[in-house]
């Protein structure tokens, strides 16, 4: 080991000496340093003597630290980087060439170096707003990844980007009832739907709440039934999956404000208190369904009698004995 640092002390000491002497016999002004990754630093490792020659690829400074990285060099700047996201200050902290020691890096640029979710970023254009970039047209911007500039997304991902609904996230859903709203166990992830058979019922609408029943899904129209009869009013409606409290599926209800109303075409019923069939045109009640006691005729006369009404028979005796030759019916 003593002997390769001997003679490689020899060979600078010639080199130098001979380097004065073409310096004073009209050569040139010493040593050149090889200068292999072009950063202006040369070699120490690697002289030959500048004997005025055109000598590419060299430099008259040994003061390079790695001559195989252009990076690597005694000017190479260093930054502050006190959050640690890895972009520093814009103000030059030191120059070497290699990191000193703390929270160092060599890149400039950080528009908060206190927190390091802001920091430079790229984003790239997104034209629908699905939150899924494209590649051209991408700018570099301050920011933290969840909040883009507007119309700029933090991925190049995009499949579609004049469709929101497409993007690597898209949930193809399996429509099994063929109501056009698919399930939400059943799906597939992906930009688009594969071609494959098994895949020829998963469309892009998802949400249905029940994949047995076509009827049901986020379309289906729920009716008021605030009277409880079991029939809806057409006039106040609810869409939605699944059933609302106090609605019903038909719009059927003459009359939401009563349950005596239903879906049957209401009309005027009336008392029949003495069992005759005929009613009290007095003694009514409107509704669908007829109550018992009660007849869809108001002709009686007197309600009290089941013997006196329309067809009561009343006989004629004109004689006054107690027989009558001739009939009338009526009540009276």
């Known amino acids: 080991m003593k002997k390769i640092y001997i003679k490689q002390l020899i060979t600078v000491c010639i080199l130098l000496f001979m380097g004065e002497v073409y310096g004073q016999f009209g050569g040139g002004d010493g040593l050149l340093f090889r200068d292999a990754d072009g950063d202006g630093y040369g070699n120490p490792n690697n002289a030959i003597f500048d004997d005025g020659g055109n000598h590419l690829g060299y430099v008259t400074n040994d003061d390079d630290c790695n001559d195989n990285n252009a990076i690597i060099n005694p000017y190479r700047a260093w930054y502050k980087d006190n959050d640690g996201d890895g972009w520093g200050s814009n103000s030059v902290a030191n120059r070497q060439c290699y990191k000193p020691a703390g929270k160092y890096v060599d890149k400039k640029g950080d528009c908060n170096d206190a927190n390091s979710s802001i920091r430079p970023r790229t984003f790239y254009p997104d034209g629908d707003g699905d939150g899924y970039g494209v590649s051209g047209g991408a700018i570099s911007s301050c920011g933290s990844a969840s909040n883009p500039p507007q119309g700029y997304a933090n991925n190049p991902n995009d499949c579609n980007d004049n469709d929101g609904r497409l993007h690597p996230n898209t949930r193809w859903s399996y429509d099994g009832d063929g109501d056009g709203w698919g399930g939400n166990t059943t799906y597939y992830v992906g930009c688009s739907r594969p071609n494959e058979p098994q895949y020829a019922e998963y469309i892009l609408d998802g949400g249905d709440c029940n994949d047995n029943d076509a009827s049901l899904n986020p379309n289906t129209i729920w009716y008021r039934d605030a009277d409880n009869d079991g029939w809806g009013n057409k006039n106040v409606t609810k869409k939605q999956c699944n059933k609302p409290s106090g609605y019903v599926r038909n719009d059927d209800d003459y009359n939401d404000g009563t349950n005596l109303i239903t879906n049957i075409a209401p009309r005027n019923?009336?008392?029949?208190?003495?069992?005759?069939?005929?009613?009290?045109?007095?003694?009514?009640?409107?509704?669908?369904?007829?109550?018992?006691?009660?007849?869809?005729?108001?002709?009686?006369?007197?309600?009290?009698?089941a013997a006196i009404h329309p067809n009561t028979v009343w006989y004629k005796n004109s004689d006054g004995d107690g027989f009558a030759s001739t009939t009338r019916k009526q009540c009276t």
């Open 269 to 305: 019923f009336y008392r029949d208190a003495d069992g005759d069939t005929f009613g009290d045109p007095n003694n009514k009640t409107y509704r669908s369904v007829k109550p018992s006691g009660y007849v869809t005729n108001a002709s009686d006369c007197n309600d009290g009698s």
